[in-house]
């Protein structure tokens, strides 16, 4: 997923609190030297915004970040100060509102990243070869984590088994890159030339020195824009497998249990939830019980 660009604030956020700062804050030493003024006013109310977007909390120590991103959209939106900017789009409910949380998301992925959980899903799935799989992956970033779990699949199953996966991201400019499925080859050095050869067809040419995932690969795939936080999930039937990586570690404790208890109302009874490795859901013990390593199965 494009995930969250720091580690988790303890503290919600307000922006009542933040919008009452911008008559008191001054830009003090923040100001100096930019091109636009930046106070802690501004930064608490991109706090509270991307929080109540995205369930995103976003760390006390990323202004640096935080300027040199939104400065972008302050100028292909013209304006002049980070707080027209920001009143402007607290008063708007357009297309900038993605653009601001795709400024504030970084994505950090690569094909086959944590092994283990592939060995484990592979195992999964022969254990029920004759099953409609489903499975859903939520933070595609820019595809190399759906890739990886299709490939598992063809390999585990068969190119004639029953298997489909959705790949969501709240990043709309990352989905279609992973919609492309074109990469660099020198992004894929973890995969072995046997998997190069039977899944991706090298470019040419002008585009010597890219891949493009094969169209098996992509037409197993459902790309599809998905907010964790909001509760408009368009799934209608139930899945056998979610891949939620590296993403929750980003919220605090609250948007951690509500998005976990919408992932157990959409996830099959017995089916497997794959986490990062630094995500620990243990007092959750009443949705999930721990089957692995940062893989666990819905109660």
């Avoid at 995932?213 to 056998?240: C, G, H, Q, T, Y």
Wanted: glycine content about 8%.
């Amino acid at each position: 997923m494009a995930q969250p660009t720091s580690a988790p604030s303890t503290a919600r956020p307000s922006a009542a609190r933040a919008d009452s700062a911008y008559a008191a804050a001054p830009a003090g030493p923040l100001a100096q030297g930019r091109e636009f003024v930046w106070t802690n006013a501004d930064f608490a109310r991109v706090q509270a915004l991307i929080y109540q977007r995205a369930g995103i909390s976003l760390h006390d120590g990323k202004h640096a970040m935080v300027y040199s991103r939104l400065s972008r959209r302050l100028r292909d939106t013209g304006h002049s100060s980070f707080h027209d900017y920001l009143g402007w789009l607290g008063t708007h409910d357009g297309p900038e509102w993605q653009e601001f949380i795709n400024a504030l998301t970084t994505n950090l992925t690569a094909f086959f990243r944590e092994q283990h959980h592939f060995e484990i899903f592979a195992s999964h799935l022969r254990s029920q070869p004759s099953n409609n799989w489903r499975v859903w992956c939520n933070a595609a970033s820019t595809g190399e984590e759906p890739y990886s779990i299709v490939i598992t699949a063809l390999e585990s199953l068969g190119a004639n088994a029953s298997f489909k996966l959705t790949a969501s991201d709240i990043d709309s400019k990352v989905l279609a890159t992973a919609g492309q499925g074109v990469y660099r080859l020198d992004g894929l050095k973890g995969l072995s030339p046997e998997r190069l050869q039977k899944f991706f067809l090298r470019g040419k040419g002008g585009n010597l020195g890219m891949v493009r995932a094969k169209p098996e690969l992509r037409r197993a795939i459902d790309f599809m824009s998905v907010n964790l936080i909001r509760d408009d999930w368009p799934f209608k039937e139930p899945f056998d497998v979610v891949f939620c990586r590296n993403v929750m570690i980003y919220f605090d404790a609250a948007t951690q249990r509500r998005v976990l208890e919408r992932i157990h109302r959409v996830l099959k009874p017995g089916g497997m939830l794959f986490v990062g490795h630094a995500e620990n859901f243990s007092e959750s013990r009443d949705l999930f019980t721990l089957r692995g390593k940062t893989v666990y199965e819905r109660r």
